[in-house]
């Protein structure tokens, strides 16, 4: 089945339309776009530049991709972004390009899922099965992980990371990388725990969730160094790929400090 365009759109003839795409009522979509297999626009959605959605895709009205990003060294270089299959974009969301100083491409994995109001900035990563609750706010070049929930009108700094299965509450504003099955809360954001509710719900076995508990318990006890306890986590749990997934984290951090519980230990 061929693309259904509504005759309000405004479809450059040089888009690339997969089958069966619907385009809605006063959408705009420029020479450069892609849309795979599947792909629908409810109404009113702006896409520019070198913009690809993927598969099953379903935007929202008044979402807007592919506009110049927001960094005052951009100078106007051939950028773009990549979103996965099976994403929901909802009402207002708007995702920049990488940058020309930067990386060249925004990265969104499959079956994310972006409330109203989202903004994902320039040169971001995300993985596959993402939440944005309304109004989430990344800045540039930050790297979230899969399985990652963050909650309404929170915020993560640029250059941030947040691992794999982490939870970040309501409001709380992240300055520092958050390690994979993290929870944290707060402004300026604080590590809370772990996200104990997420692993439950993801179906982590309770000897795996027991086994994350005690790592987290060394890693930010009061005894000796940060450094220590981490090479302690390391040799402890070497055959747990959880834990070592949170040890690999924090070795590899080179930009940003690891967000610690609140009483800065």
Known sequence: MSATIHPTAVVDPKAQLGTNVTIGPMCVIGENAI???????ISQVSIAGHTEVGEGS?????????HPPQDFKHKGGKVGIKIGKRNTLRE???VHPGTDVGRADTIIGDDCYFMVGAHVAHESRLGNHVTFSNYVQIGGAV????????????AAHQFTRIGDHAFVGAMALVTTDVIPFGSVIGNHAHLAGLNIVGLKRRGFERE???????????????????KERLTDCARLYSDHPQVMEIVRFIETQDKRSICMPHTGR
């Open 35 to 41: 849309l795979h297999d599947d792909v629908t626009l």
């Open 58 to 66: 379903i935007l929202y009205p008044f979402v807007s991709l592919g």
């Open 92 to 94: 207002n969301v708007t």
């Open 143 to 154: 790297t979230i992980g899969n399985n990652v929930i963050m909650g309404g009108l929170s």
């Open 208 to 226: 795996t969730i027991s086994d994350l508990r005690s790592a987290y318990r060394l890693l930010f006890a009061q005894e000796g160094t940060f």
